[in-house]
């Protein structure tokens, strides 16, 4: 159970972590880092669904295609 439960939690938890680690290094506060990290993950967030969003209309032209032929 650990083997599937630790990468899937792990890895979004570990780069959140790591991205604000080294953005406290960086600007040195944690206020500071934290609008940061907030900002990046924001960014992350709205390119998935920009991607999520232009597979759907791809997948949903083809199965027009498909069902139209």
Do not use: D, K, N
Request: proline share 3%; charged share 10%; aromatic share 8%.
């Amino acid at each position: 159970m650990g083997f599937f439960l630790v990468p899937v939690l792990g890895c979004p938890l570990g780069a959140v972590g790591g991205l604000y680690l080294l953005e406290r290094v960086r600007l040195g506060g944690h206020g500071e880092a934290w609008a940061s990290t907030r900002t990046a993950l924001r960014a992350t967030g709205l390119s998935v669904l920009v991607e999520l969003f232009a597979c759907l209309l791809v997948a949903g032209a083809w199965i027009g295609v498909v069902a139209a032929g």
